[in-house]
């Protein structure tokens, strides 16, 4: 009898930031330097590996595992002109490979969604070469029926941040799935998947058949996100088990809304 698939939802790395997850023994450069990890970022890597890593294996004991990586792997060395990331983009490149192999290796399969042009450039070309080294296509939506169910995902997502908006946007997300695909008599998707807000949330209407889910990311806020009146980053990641439809999840824990 064939194994129930299990879909572990990550993505957002945005590796080369110096607010992202980083390796505690740092980062050999192609300049021939090494950067070295802050406190926050060695916090955020033990969390990673001592935690986050064998939650994924116990998790997934007993299923099919599927990876969806939801895309913007590197922060870009010239995102939104910030000082706040190190080395090359192609130093990133390698770094996110470097983080997300462990994982990788333990899928059955491994999804691969294209981010933004703010960072991983025109086309999403970084993530498309991130997505070609893992041996997969960097798709802009994925969808696929798994186990009776029809996935989709996207990386973008338009969604509040404050606590009290989450569900309430992600409603409003699913309820637009939900409407456009009778519009154009498509299939009703019934698990959405969307990245890039750095915040998880999931909500299951009943009535229409869908999971929504919103995924975290692996980025606290930097000098950019600090402009906005809230903030607002969780890091970890999720599981969708198609089996029985629950979501689980696996956060870092912030102490006082900051990381270590």
């Known amino acids: 009898m064939a194994k129930p698939t299990a879909l572990l939802i990550i993505g957002d790395f945005h590796a080369g930031s110096k607010v992202s ?5 740092g980062v050999a450069l192609d300049d021939g330097d090494l950067y070295h990890p802050n406190r926050a970022q060695k916090a955020l890597w033990n969390f990673f590996s001592r935690e986050f890593i064998p939650w994924i294996k116990q998790k997934a004991k007993g299923y099919r595992l599927v990876v969806d990586d939801g895309g913007d792997g590197i922060d870009g060395a010239t ?20 983080m997300i192999e462990p994982i990788t290796n333990m899928a059955d399969d491994i999804i691969y969604v294209r981010g933004t042009r703010a960072h991983v450039g025109l086309s999403s070309e970084s993530d498309v070469r991130l997505a070609r080294r893992l041996g997969v296509l960097a798709h802009w939506r994925y ?10 995902i996207r990386h973008h997502a338009s969604t509040g941040r404050r606590a009290w908006t989450r569900g309430t946007s992600l409603h409003a997300l699913m309820r637009h799935e939900y409407f456009t695909a009778l519009e154009k008599r498509e299939r009703i998707p019934n698990v959405v998947v969307r990245h890039h807000v750095h ?18 990311g692996w980025k606290m806020t930097d000098e ?29 824990k912030k102490k006082n809304g900051h990381a270590g």
Request: glycine content about 10%; overall charge negative; charged content about 25%.
């Open 21 to 25: 997850l980083c390796p505690e023994e």
């Open 79 to 98: 995102h939104h002109g910030s000082l706040q990331t190190f080395g090359t983009n192609a130093d990133a490149e390698e770094l996110h490979i470097r």
């Open 143 to 152: 969808q696929k029926e798994i186990d009776g169910k029809l996935l989709d």
């Open 199 to 216: 915040m998880f949330d999931a909500l299951t209407d009943f009535r229409m058949g869908i999971t929504g889910i919103l995924a975290p």
């Open 224 to 252: 950019y996100g600090s402009a906005f009146p809230i903030d607002a980053w969780e890091c970890g990641g999720a599981m969708y088990f198609f089996d029985t439809g629950r979501v689980e999840h696996c956060l870092f």
